[in-house]
Each structure stands twice: as C-alpha cells, then as structure tokens.
C-alpha cells in the first residue's frame, strides 16, 4: 500500500508527495488526530532523506491524503455535511440537486486565496431551525478545518481561512434577511 499527500498552498502551487513505508503511515494518520489545529500555526514539515519540506500552516489551502485506507477513526466527525470532491468530469455534468424532507444534496464550489478551486458534493442532513440553517451556512469561514473525501479514496482537508468565498448550487432557499438579492450577470 502507499499514500499519496498532496499541499496545495495559497499562491496555487501543488507540492505532491508519497509515502510506500507502512511503519510511516501511522504517524502520518495519527497526525490527523490533531487535524483541527492543523491550520493554526505550527508549520508543516514533510522530510525524507533526500530534503525537507517546511509549510507555513496560513500558506495551505487544502491538504489532500490520498489512501484506500479508512481514515475516518482519525478525523472529526463531518456531522450533518458531507462533502465529496468532483473531478472536472463530474462537476461539468448536469445536476440539479435536490432537497427531499431533511436531505439535501448541493454542489459546492469553495474559492481560495491564489485561485486554487475545490468543487465538491455536499450531502447532508438540514438542520430543522431556520437560524441553525443560516447558522451552519455562515460558519464554515470560522472553523478550524473542513474535511472532504477524495474522489478516488482518502480524504483532504481545507483551510478555510483561506478560502475567499463557495458557491452552493442551486440557490439556498432560505437566505438571511440581510442578504442582497440579485442574479448573476
């Protein structure tokens, strides 16, 4: 078995790394326990024999492990949000959404800083009040990591200060009475 790793940072450079050394991956994996504080300051390093790699932590949009191994004992739960990134070729076919009784499935597109785009599927459960509603919608700005699954196995995980803004497809339905209506142009 191996391990992918992928840091993409906020200038939108992708560093790609692999791990084949399974007496390694437990340290990786269990790293991800502490996933939560993982954009808050300390730096990332990723060293072999051949160089060292150092990440300031605000400087990573997302980190991607790519793995057939079960990561979800090492991660937060997503609670009521599912989010599973798309390939270019899904994201490009048709879709329409669909909010039946609680469930909801919406695309959304999250924007960093430097131009990386993420386009996932969001699958949840929605929330019963309306304020937990625009609650849940207004807070992904301020938590501390969004994970996503990987569309060929494993899981990635965003940065959300530094992301600039998402868009969710179709439309919410139940929008804050602050918001500002308009269509696109």
């Known amino acids: 078995m191996a391990i992918g790793i992928t840091v993409i940072t906020t200038t939108n450079q992708v560093r790609r790394f692999f791990q084949t050394d399974a007496t390694a991956f437990e340290q990786i994996f269990s790293s991800l326990q502490r996933s939560a504080q993982l954009f808050s300051g300390t ?30 004992g090492y991660l937060p739960s997503p609670g009521n949000l599912t989010l599973t990134a798309l390939t270019a070729k899904q994201y490009a076919e048709p879709f329409a959404g669909h909010l039946e009784g609680e469930q909801f499935t919406r695309r959304i597109a999250f924007f960093f800083t430097g131009g990386h785009v993420l386009c996932t599927l969001a699958e949840g459960i929605r929330k019963p009040a309306l304020a937990e509603r625009l ?47 308009a269509d696109t142009a």
């Open 43 to 72: 730096p990332l390093i990723i060293g072999s024999a051949d160089q060292t790699e150092v990440f300031a932590a605000a400087a990573i949009a997302c980190l991607e492990i790519e793995t057939t191994h079960d990561l979800s």
């Open 135 to 181: 609650m849940s919608l207004t807070s992904l700005f301020e938590r501390p990591m969004i994970t996503y699954r990987l569309a060929h196995g494993g899981v990635g995980l965003m940065n959300p200060h530094a992301m600039t803004r998402f868009v969710i497809t179709p439309g919410v339905p139940d929008l804050p009475r602050d918001a500002w209506l």
